[in-house]
Structures are given as structure tokens and as C-alpha cells.
């Protein structure tokens, strides 16, 4: 954390003397490799593709395998601030997925006893749960449509994918109006609002390496940024389950600071900016009309946008009667070919009653 955050912090009182040595660490926990039959590269090449663009840590989160870390090879030029973290993507009946987080052993993925899609999701949290992991929810939309309702009676589900860049099927955010009848966005705050505490997680969902297009899911469109002590599996994983973390399609920031009276958030411009111009052409959101720049969005119960700042920098005084606070950061833009877009970082909810 370099100083000018750091004095951010402190002066809007949301920062402790012991907070000084967090770091913020990027991440993807969701990408496929050739041993899932319907991807291009190895779990090598995936790994080296995801160090050489700075990423810090990764999970192999393969379709019903577990990829301990220690069974693959790191990049010859590897960087000591780059790990994997050892997963798997579990994927059961109902077409229910899920990515089992810095588990010790494979995950039993078959549901045949189970009732429906909110049996089989339970099912997941309790044996990534024996198998010393945590569970993130991935891709409601993904073939399938769970909603809020079906999602509301697990329990024990802290983590769930509000955006996913896969462009086949499961891109959680794009799919709104296109045959499913909420955004995953829309799915996180009836969640909210139902008194649960569910951290959102941004994720690529990668399987093509090799051929870059918008009809194939190609790496790098969504992440995590986790506020950490220190790069490991265990310092990340804990900081994720206690949402000390954003995540985002292109918005990078250099403040996302929050407590039980405050929600503070600054837009890092010049780390968006270059990002967004790496990405493809393909990666923004489609809007119908916008104005060029940066907003600042705070949303509460039922997705109700209570405050919305046009420009980089935006604190909310919270309202001791809303049950949580999220944030949205926007960066929009027009293009002459393409049209208004835009690019998010969404910041996790406070929560009224520490969860």
C-alpha cells in the first residue's frame, strides 16, 4: 500500500495504525485448462499467461479435478510475488458450479440424492468444507437460471460470482435481456436484502488462450483485487471470507474503504485507463446512451442506488438505518464503431450487523 492510499486512509478515519501493512493483491479464481477437454492450453501455459500480465495469485479451478499447485510448473521466470492457490471448479447436477477455494483433496461432485439445485449447493459448501476449503457460487446463469430463492436457505455460502467474463453462456452480467430475467447484480442485492452475507467475486472463466475473439472466453476481463497482509493461499483466502476485497471488469481503485459510518472509494484513472486499453475491443458493457467519464455509485436494499457522484472520488455518510452499503465504481466511454460502454469495480457491502 504506498503512502499517498495509505494517508487517504488515515485522513478519512478508516484506517488503523495496524492496517498499514495491507497489500493489495490481484487475482483470478476461475479459469480452465486442457484438462477440462473444452480448453486450448495447459495448466502451465495458463499459469504463465496469468504471471507474465502481473497477476499475483491464481486458481486452476478445473471441472471436477483438484490441481494441487505443487504438481505444476511454475514459470521458469517466475516472479516472488506470484502463487497458485490449490482448487477445483465442482460441478454437480442441476448444472450447479462451484469453485472449492484453497481446498487440501478433491471434492465429491456427484448429487444423486439431491432434491434440486439449493440441495446440491449445500451439498458443495459442506464437502469443500470438509476438505479444508471455501466455496464461491459460480456463474448463476450459466445454463441455468438460480435465483435469489433458490440461493436464500444454504447456508454457510459466503462467496458467490456477480460477474463472470465467459462470453458463452454464463457471462452473469451481460445476460440480463437475453432470456434470463435478472442480472447477477440484481440476484447479489435480493441476497442482501434477505439478510444474507454474500461477497461478490469477479472471475474470467477462461478457456482460449490461443484465438482471440468475442465469440470464444478469452483471460484477463475479470478479477479480484484482496487487501492482504502478506501473498498466500491462507492470507488471501481469509481477507476474501472477511470482503476485504473488490472486484472488476477494467475499473481499478486506489481507495475502497468502509466501515459501520462510512464508504469511501477513489478511482485510480491512470491504471483504468491503461488497463482498458490492453483489453479487447469486445470487453465493455453495452450501454444505450451515457456521459464520457467516471462515476461513483452507492447502492442499498432492494439494488436502490442511494448516491450517485459524477467524477473519481465519492465518501457516503451510511445511514444507520440501511441494513448494508455496496459500492459501483463506472467508467463510460463512447466508441465510434461500438457504441456508449462501459467498465466496472464493485466494491463488497458493509454491513449494518458485522457478519
Known sequence: MNVKVIRSFFLLGLISPLMVSAEWFRGNTHVHTVLCGHADSTPEAVTQWYHDRGYNFLILSEHNKFIDPRTVKMPDNKRSDFILIPGEEVSGDHKVHTTAMNIDHLVDWHDEAAEGPTQVIQNHVHRIGEAHGHTILNHPHGGTNIGAPVILPVEGLHMMEVYNANTKGSNIYKRAGMGYPLTAEAIWDELLTGGRFVYGVGSDDAHILEDWNPEVSNPGMGWVMVEAAELSSEAITEAMLGGEFYFSSGVFLSVCAKNSETYAVVIDSEATRTEIARLP??????????????????????????????????????????TYVRARAVFTRHDPDRGWEEYYAWGQPVFRDSP
Do not use: C, N, T
Open 281 to 322: 475491443d469486445w470487453s465493455g458493457m453495452s450501454v444505450e446512451e451515457g456521459i464520457e467519464g467516471y462515476r461513483i455509485e452507492f447502492i442499498g436494499p432492494h439494488g436502490r442506488i442511494l448516491q450517485s457522484v459524477r467524477g473519481k472520488e465519492a465518501k457516503l455518510s451510511i445511514d444507520p438505518a440501511l
